[in-house]
C-alpha cells in the first residue's frame, strides 16, 4: 500500500514538474516574441510591434533611444522626439484642454511629439464638438475614409487650421505638423509605418 502511494505521488510530481517546464517554455516564447506586450510596443519582436524601429535607430550610433514608462509631466526630455505609437484616435478627440497644455508644454521644451493614431481603435465615431479642445485649441477634427470595410479603416485630417500637411493621399491629410515653441507635435492619421512588418519589408 505504502509502495502504490509512493508511486502515485512520484508520478504526480512528475506530471507537475512537466506542466511547469510547459509553461515556462510558453512564457519564454512569448516573452521573446514581445506579444505579451501591447500592440505597437518596442519590446515586440512579432509583427505587430515596433522593435525593429527601435533597434535600428540604437544600431546607427547617432541616436539614443529609451523606453518611456512615465508621463510628460515626470519626463526630463529636451530636444527629444517622442513618438506615442498606436494612439487612440478616440482619446484625442475626447482630449482636455488640460491634456493638450501639457503636449504643447513638452513642445515649447525643444521636443517633437508624435501621436500616430490607431485606426482600429477608431470606435462611433466620436461625436466631435465644435467647442471641444482639439477643435478649439488646435482646430483639428478626425474623420474615417469612406468606403472601407470596418476590419479595415483608415483615417484623415478633416480639419487642420494652422497646421502643415507633412503627408497627403488623394487630397486628403494624413500627416500634419505644427510648430510650438522650439519644438512641434506631428499627428499621423495611422502608426502603420512604424510597424515591424513594414520596416522589415522595406529593407
Do not use: H
Request: net charge neutral; charged share 20%; with cysteine.
Amino acid at each position: 500500500m505504502l509502495k502504490r502511494n509512493y508511486f502515485g505521488t512520484l508520478a504526480l510530481c512528475v506530471l507537475a514538474a512537466v506542466f511547469a517546464i510547459g509553461l515556462f517554455q510558453i512564457f519564454r516564447i512569448r516573452l521573446v516574441a514581445g506579444d505579451l506586450y501591447p500592440e505597437w510596443s518596442s519590446l515586440r519582436s512579432d509583427p505587430d510591434g515596433t522593435r525593429v524601429l527601435f533597434d535600428s535607430l540604437a544600431a546607427t550610433g547617432r541616436v539614443v533611444t529609451a523606453r518611456k514608462y512615465k508621463t510628460l509631466a515626470q519626463s526630463p526630455e529636451r530636444s527629444a522626439t517622442i513618438l506615442f505609437l498606436g494612439y487612440s484616435p478616440n482619446s484625442l478627440v475626447n482630449a482636455s484642454s488640460s491634456d493638450l497644455d501639457r503636449f504643447e508644454q513638452s513642445a515649447r521644451a525643444g521636443n517633437r511629439l508624435v501621436f500616430a493614431m490607431n485606426p482600429g481603435q477608431w470606435s462611433g465615431p466620436p461625436k466631435q464638438e465644435a467647442d471641444s479642445a482639439l477643435a478649439k485649441k488646435w482646430g483639428v477634427a478626425i474623420d474615417r475614409v469612406p468606403g472601407n470595410a470596418d476590419d479595415d479603416i483608415e483615417l484623415y485630417f478633416a480639419k487642420a487650421a494652422n497646421w502643415t500637411p507633412d503627408v497627403t493621399e488623394k487630397s486628403r491629410s494624413v500627416v500634419i505638423e505644427r510648430a510650438f515653441g522650439s519644438g512641434s507635435i506631428v499627428l499621423t492619421a495611422s502608426s502603420d509605418v512604424f510597424a515591424n512588418q513594414n520596416l522589415a519589408a522595406d529593407r
